[in-house]
């Protein structure tokens, strides 16, 4: 009879330990997927002058998603991506010059279920110039220079694959009286201030001299003269690697003939002159300038 007792009781435990733990509730809560992240991205420095910032590569981006509990942010430069609980990011960017980059964050809610969105951003990062290129170009002060018209090949063209002007070569003095030789480049290396002076008028292919004057048509060698032609004043900066310089203008800069290029190659570099290439269609266009007074 005691062992059918003990039987009896231990069978009777095992139901009431049974029944306590199907009463236990294990539930999540409400599974609510985050929103879709809305993204503020700002370009430090940007205005109208420098569309694509101030050259120190950095953006402020802020992300706002219902219902998100952490943040994974792909900067979209190949580096690491950032993963926190913190909706606001400063990142500055390691390239060099212009770069177009997809930002992508994934904002995840409860049990990881997650909601994206992307944004663009196009930003400039300035690059450290050689010491020796800024004090020829800028006396570390203010240098003035002009294109070496008595110099054979001072205007040029060729293919962009060669670093000569095979196909067109200027001779002394050739454009003459077209306005190109009275205009005058200044560099201040006080804020990177680049002055052109024209004397009112420029010189360069009709069809980018637009910019200038948008009522232009046609294409083809052109001389615009006028108040259209005035002179005019930007920033200017430097972009390259260890093995290759370039000086740089955001908006209408441009040293020689007027291509639509504000990037130019500094293939040979004095004191005292310049050899200069930039690449646009049908190829690469060249410019010798010397310093003056």
């Known amino acids: 009879m005691i062992q059918y007792i003990k039987q009896t009781f231990l069978f009777v435990a095992v139901l009431l330990l049974a029944g306590s733990c199907n009463k236990d509730d294990y539930k999540f809560g409400s599974l609510d997927t985050p929103g879709k992240p809305v993204l503020t991205l700002t370009i430090n420095g940007k205005d109208a002058t420098?569309?694509?910032?101030?050259?120190?590569?950095?953006?402020?981006?802020?992300?706002?998603?219902?219902?998100?509990?952490?943040?994974?942010?792909?900067?979209?430069?190949?580096q690491p991506s950032k993963i926190s609980t913190v909706?606001?990011?400063?990142?500055?960017?390691?390239?060099t010059g212009i770069k177009k980059f997809t930002v992508t964050?994934?904002?995840?809610?409860?049990?990881?279920i997650t909601s994206t969105n992307t944004v663009e951003v196009e930003i400039?990062?300035?690059?450290?110039?050689?010491?020796?290129?800024?004090?020829?170009?800028?006396?570390?002060?203010?240098?003035?220079?002009?294109?070496?018209?008595?110099?054979?090949?001072?205007?040029?063209?060729?293919?962009?694959d060669v670093f000569t002007p095979a196909w067109w070569a200027?001779?002394?003095?050739?454009?003459?009286?077209?306005?190109?030789?009275?205009?005058?480049?200044?560099?201040?290396v006080n804020g990177n201030v680049f002055?052109?002076?024209?004397?009112?008028?420029?010189?360069?292919?009709?069809e980018y001299l637009k910019d200038f004057d948008p009522t232009l048509t046609g294409t083809g060698d052109y001389t615009l003269a006028g108040p259209?032609?005035?002179?005019?004043?930007e920033t200017f900066g430097y972009d390259g690697s260890a093995?290759?310089?370039?000086?740089?203008?955001?908006?209408?800069?441009?040293?020689?003939?007027?291509?639509?290029?504000?990037?130019?190659?500094?293939?040979?570099?004095?004191?005292?002159?310049?050899?200069?290439?930039?690449?646009?269609?049908?190829g690469a266009w060249y410019v010798k300038l010397i310093a003056i007074q």
């Open 50 to 78: 420098h569309p694509n910032g101030d050259g120190t590569g950095t953006i402020q981006l802020n992300i706002s998603s219902e219902h998100a509990y952490n943040y994974k942010v792909d900067f979209g430069d190949g």
């Open 87 to 95: 909706n606001a990011y400063m990142y500055t960017y390691k390239h």
């Open 105 to 112: 964050v994934y904002a995840s809610g409860k049990a990881g």
């Open 124 to 160: 400039y990062r300035a690059f450290t110039p050689n010491p020796e290129l800024v004090s020829m170009l800028t006396n570390n002060g203010t240098k003035r220079w002009r294109v070496d018209k008595d110099a054979p090949g001072h205007l040029g063209v060729s293919g962009a």
């Open 170 to 188: 200027a001779a002394p003095n050739e454009k003459d009286g077209l306005g190109i030789y009275d205009d005058i480049y200044t560099f201040n």
């Open 195 to 206: 002055t052109h002076t024209t004397h009112n008028d420029l010189f360069g292919k009709k």
């Open 228 to 233: 259209k032609a005035a002179d005019y004043t």
């Open 243 to 282: 093995t290759e310089e370039f000086i740089t203008f955001p908006v209408k800069g441009h040293l020689g003939l007027y291509l639509g290029v504000h990037k130019y190659q500094v293939l040979e570099r004095t004191d005292t002159h310049m050899t200069l290439r930039c690449v646009q269609d049908p």
